[in-house]
């Protein structure tokens, strides 16, 4: 009962926030659209006018949108912890029965429900720009999407306790946003399908852009995408924990 307590408080915050400022929402998602735009104007550029571009077009649709997804994932924990810092209420966290680390997976949670409504207008605009046709198959995207998030939480949280102890850390954290498209687009090999949301997000083209669906993806990619995500959280927790009690030690925990 605690635990769903604490969600539902998470979730109803999210949503407040983001009926208030509507406005700066909606401009997030202009700009996110021009980017992509800009990205996909340069994408023809180089590929020449009269060259058809074919399926091209398509990952990189799906591309953007994982990413896009994956990044708003990844950048809740640590920004979260600056924001809280700043405004000087990151104790009261603290000081709840749950604990920081329950309340910060209840608020990544929720910034993916919330943030979902952005991703999605985002994947119908593109497509409507573009002219693409995409296999949106709800059954077999959410268990991929949701492995996805879940490595790359692992990263929120590892740079989550990074930020406890050494605060502005924002340039580190756009990086690693960059690096984020690194996992997205490179295709799974025997190293690199163990990195986080790299597997997940292979598969996640081929059911959008192929046609694939859930019982397409071999077991042994089911148990890799599995242990991965679950190994990135454990890794992202434990050096989240190590640095809070490091914060702790030193007295920092909530001074900015």
């Not at 009926?19 to 994408?43: A, E, H, K």
């Not at 023809?44 to 591309?63: R, S």
């Not at 580190?172 to 990195?195: E, G, K, M, N, T």
Request: with cysteine; glycine share 8%; hydrophobic share 55%.
């Amino acid at each position: 009962m605690r635990l769903w307590l604490g969600f539902t408080a998470m979730l109803k915050k999210e949503f407040i926030l983001l009926r208030r400022y509507f406005v700066n929402s909606l401009g997030g998602v202009i700009t996110i659209y021009l980017i992509f735009m800009l990205i996909f104007w340069g994408y023809q550029g180089i590929a020449g006018g009269g060259i058809g571009l074919g399926d091209a077009v398509d990952h990189l649709v799906v591309g953007y949108v994982t990413w896009l997804m994956l990044m708003m994932a990844y950048q809740t924990i640590p920004y979260t912890i600056l924001q809280e810092s700043q405004e000087g209420t990151l104790e009261q966290l603290y000081m709840s029965p749950l604990g920081f680390v329950p309340l910060g997976a209840f608020k990544l949670l929720s910034a993916v429900i919330t943030d979902s409504v952005i991703v999605i207008a985002m994947l119908f605009l593109t497509m409507a720009t573009t002219g693409t046709q995409l296999n949106i198959d709800i059954l077999s995207l959410l268990p991929l999407l949701l492995l996805a998030i879940a490595g790359v939480s692992g990263l929120g949280f590892l740079f989550g306790g990074v930020t406890l102890l050494f605060k502005r850390i924002q340039s580190y954290l756009q990086i690693i946003q960059f690096a984020l498209i690194a996992l997205v687009a490179v295709d799974p090999s025997a190293v690199s399908r163990w990195l986080p949301a790299t597997l997940p997000s292979h598969w996640i083209r081929m059911v959008m852009v192929k046609g694939c669906d859930l019982s397409s993806i071999p077991l042994q990619d089911w148990l890799t995408m599995l242990i991965a995500a679950v190994l990135s959280v454990l890794v992202g927790v434990s050096v989240f924990k190590f640095c809070e009690a490091r914060a702790r030690q030193q007295g920092i925990l909530s001074h900015f």
